[in-house]
C-alpha cells in the first residue's frame, strides 16, 4: 500500500471515529439527566471544539485488530475521550493555563463570563469562583465517564466483564498512575535542574500522558478478544506499544511547545517556559551548556511574568543546544520501537492505522 493511499485511510478512520465519538457524548443519557446551568453548559465544551480523537481511535482499531469490530469500541472510546477531557480542565487549573484548543480554558472562560462578579460578591473572588466551577465541572465528566459505561453494559452494547474491567482499570489503575505524574509534573518545577534526572522526567511523563494512551489500546484489545486477561500476549503487546507512543506524544508535543506557533498549540508561546516545566527539552539544553548558559536558563525557567523577548531568547537557546534534537531522536526511538513492537500482531488495515498513528507524531515534528 502506497503511503498515500495509507495516510488517506488514517485520514478517513480519524474523521470517522471522530464522527461516532462526537455522536456518542452529545447523545449520552447523563447530560438530560443534569440540571440547566453551568455544569451542563459547558461539560462538552473542549470536546465541541475537535480535536484529533486519538485515543479513542486507538480504541477502535484495537478492537478491529483483535478480531472484533471496531464501532463497537465506541462507548469506550466515549469513555475514555471524556476521562481525558476532565484530566485536561483540572491540569489547566493547576498550571494556571488560559487556553486550551484554540479557546479559552473551562476556568478562564467562566472567569470571562462573570466579569461584574467581584463587585456583587466581595467575600468569593472572581478567580476562585472561576476554579471551583471548573473543578466540579471536572468531577462532573469524571462521573460521566462512569455512567458511560455503565450504560453500555446495560443497554448490552459492551459485555457487563468487560465494562467491569475497565471501570477497574480506569479507576484502581490508570488513574493513581496519572494522578501521580501530576503530582510528580507540580513538585519537579520545584527542582533544580542540576538534581533533576532524565529518568525521572521521562517516568512522570510515562505516569501522566502515557498510562491512559496505553489503556487505550489494551481497552480495544479486550473488547475485541472479549477477554479481561491482561496477560494475553496481544494485550502485553498493545500495552508496550502505548505505552511508548503516550512518551514520545508528549516528547512531541514539548517540541511543538517551543518550535510551534501559537495557531498550532491553541496557547501563547512560551509557556512551557513560564511554568517552569521541566520538559526533557529544557533539561538536555541545561546539561549541555556550559555554567553562564546554565544559569540564564535556570534564571529565567519559571518567571511568571516572562517578556516575549525572554521567551525568544531562552527558545533560540534550548535550540542551539542541541537539545530539540535529542529529544526528536529519542521519540523517533520511540516510535521505531513500539511499529517494532506491533510487527508481533496479525497483518490487518487496522494494524497499519495503529502504525500510522504512531508514525503522525514523528510526521509533526519534520
Avoid at 136 to 143: K, T, V, Y
Avoid at 354 to 361: F, H, M, Q
Wanted: glycine fraction near 8%; proline fraction near 4%; charge should be negative.
Amino acid at each position: 500500500m502506497s503511503d498515500q493511499n495509507r495516510d488517506r485511510i488514517l485520514r478517513e478512520f480519524l474523521n470517522e471515529v471522530s464522527s461516532r465519538i462526537g455522536s456518542a457524548l452529545t447523545s449520552a443519557p447523563f447530560l438530560n439527566r443534569l440540571p440547566d446551568g453551568l455544569i451542563k453548559d459547558r461539560i462538552l465544551d473542549y470536546s465541541s471544539r475537535g480535536g484529533k480523537c486519538l485515543r479513542p481511535a486507538l480504541t477502535c482499531a484495537a478492537a478491529g485488530l483483535t478480531g472484533g469490530h471496531p464501532w463497537k469500541a465506541v462507548p469506550a472510546g466515549a469513555a475514555i475521550e471524556m476521562f481525558h477531557t476532565w484530566t485536561l480542565v483540572h491540569d489547566d487549573i493547576i498550571d494556571r493555563d488560559q487556553y486550551r484548543r484554540g479557546g479559552p480554558t473551562i476556568h478562564h472562560r467562566i472567569y470571562r463570563d462573570f466579569p461584574d462578579w467581584d463587585l456583587q460578591n466581595p467575600l468569593l473572588p472572581q478567580d476562585h469562583l472561576a476554579n471551583s466551577m471548573a473543578m466540579l465541572i471536572g468531577d462532573a465528566q469524571h462521573g460521566f465517564v462512569i455512567d458511560i459505561l455503565a450504560q453500555s453494559a446495560l443497554a448490552d452494547d459492551l459485555p457487563s466483564h468487560i465494562v467491569l474491567k475497565l471501570i477497574a482499570m480506569l479507576e484502581g489503575q490508570v488513574l493513581p498512575d496519572l494522578l501521580t505524574g501530576e503530582v510528580s509534573d507540580v513538585l519537579q518545577t520545584g527542582i533544580p535542574l542540576d538534581r533533576i534526572r532524565i529518568d525521572e522526567i521521562e517516568l512522570m511523563l510515562r505516569r501522566k500522558t502515557g498510562t491512559l494512551l496505553s489503556f487505550s489500546v489494551v481497552a480495544g484489545g479486550l473488547i475485541g478478544l472479549n477477554i479481561i486477561d491482561l496477560e494475553h500476549p496481544w494485550i502485553r503487546i498493545l500495552s508496550a506499544y502505548g505505552s511508548n507512543i503516550g512518551l514520545a506524544f508528549q516528547l512531541r508535543d514539548d517540541i511543538l511547545g517551543i518550535l510551534g506557533d501559537e495557531e498550532m498549540l491553541g496557547k501563547p508561546i512560551g509557556s512551557d517556559f513560564r511554568e517552569g516545566k521541566r520538559t526533557l527539552a529544557i533539561k538536555y539544553a541545561y546539561d549541555l551548556s556550559d555554567i553562564k548558559t546554565r544559569e540564564f536558563i535556570q534564571r529565567l525557567l519559571g518567571k511568571s511574568d516572562m517578556t516575549a523577548e525572554e521567551a525568544g531568547l531562552l527558545k533560540k537557546t534550548v535550540i542551539s543546544s542541541g537539545a530539540i534534537d535529542r529529544v526528536a531522536r529519542r521519540s523517533e526511538q520511540l516510535i521505531h520501537d513500539s511499529i517494532s513492537i506491533l510487527s508481533e500482531l496479525p497483518d490487518s488495515p487496522y494494524l497499519d492505522i495503529l502504525t500510522g498513528i504512531a508514525e503522525y507524531s514523528v510526521q509533526r515534528l519534520k
